[in-house]
């Protein structure tokens, strides 16, 4: 891992730059019609917020300038575009809508690439990556902290659950929810709003991942006990509002996989629950809790669907690593459960 510093630019208006391919007319805004042109429309060129067409060509007007400068896109993941120079230099970018985030070890590059893009759209520079889409970011020497704590925070706010009791653990291992277990909430959109916060919590909380999952499962009808499932987790949340992932040198960059599978643990359907984590120079990169589709015969066979998910998230890494030429082209190690 490399700890080169993480910079942060913001497009403003970022869909009024896209090009048009299709045909698309809109009615005159009001105070524009002028006397005796009541009934004429406006072709657009570009896009404009609320048109279904604007995402996609905001987005190919961004690539195409970025390319421009010589950056390539890549094909594992097309919100990732990447430079390499003669000298072994590189520069990444990722952009999600109209955030982006630079980092190289060139800075040279790095300011060639921001007037490059300032030349072309109206941007604003906002220094040194600190907070993105909810994550925390804390740049060191040492390495790169991301957490979720305000999101947290706030998420215990809205429940009023600041000054409840913490646990240590996110579920009761002794019990075992099913469907209709107990009496149906009153609102259900509460709880799937709740849910759906949770989940998004687990981009740096992988300890979340399983009981997430779990309640995850009862968005339809959840009942009471479904709804006592969910404050635990707010309440194990409370003893670490912080906790998140750190990013450090490790001296390596080999890439290993652990994976489990949880045997027919669904008093349901008898369905287990496959569950992974990947790790690129000892650093914790991506994790996933997921009740299997069919199910399993023997513990074995659960095994093996769950390594079967791993390979597939192991062979994607691969190839993006590839693309951008990070360490070496070695051997990946896949561990599992006996």
């Not at 479904?226 to 987790?233: L, M, N, S, T």
């Amino acid at each position: 891992m490399c700890s080169w510093p993480l910079y942060q630019l913001d497009i403003k208006n970022a869909f009024l730059h896209g090009d048009l391919v299709e045909e698309v007319y809109m009615e005159q805004p009001p105070g524009f019609v002028a006397q005796g042109e009541s009934g004429l429309v406006c072709r657009l060129r570009r896009s404009l917020y609320g048109l279904k067409q604007s995402p996609r060509a905001w987005f190919s007007r961004f690539s195409s300038v970025v390319q421009e400068f010589g950056m390539l896109r890549s094909t594992a993941d097309h919100s990732v575009f990447y430079h390499h120079n003669s000298l072994g230099q590189c520069i990444y970018l990722v952009v999600y809508v109209d955030d982006i985030v630079i980092t190289s070890s060139d800075q040279d590059g790095i300011q060639k690439l921001k007037q490059h893009l300032f030349t072309h759209f109206q941007t604003k520079d906002l220094g040194k990556l600190k907070y993105f889409l909810g994550i925390e970011i804390a740049q060191s020497s040492s390495g790169v902290v991301l957490s979720q704590r305000k999101y947290a925070l706030d998420i215990l706010e809205e429940t009023g659950m600041l000054d409840c009791k913490p646990v240590d653990t996110p579920m009761d291992p002794n019990v075992k929810l099913v469907p209709g277990q107990g009496e149906p909430l009153g609102d259900p959109g509460r709880y799937r709003r709740l849910v759906g916060k949770l989940n998004y919590l687990t981009i740096t909380r992988l300890d979340i991942s399983f009981p997430v999952s779990v309640v995850s499962q009862f968005l339809q009808s959840p009942c009471d006990s479904h709804w006592d499932a969910v404050i635990r987790i707010l309440r194990y949340i409370k003893s670490t509002p912080g906790q998140g992932v750190l990013y450090e040198n490790r001296g390596h960059t080999q890439v290993v996989g652990y994976t489990d599978a949880d045997w027919a643990g669904s008093p349901t359907d008898r369905r287990s629950t496959s569950g992974y984590c990947v790790f690129i120079g000892g650093n914790l990169i991506s994790w996933k809790s997921k009740k299997q589709d069919v199910v399993a015969r023997s513990s074995a066979e659960a095994e093996y669907r769950v390594m079967a998910l791993a390979t597939c998230e192991l062979i994607w890494l691969r190839h993006l690593l590839q693309e951008l030429r990070f360490g070496k082209d070695e051997q990946m190690k896949l561990i599992c459960d006996n």
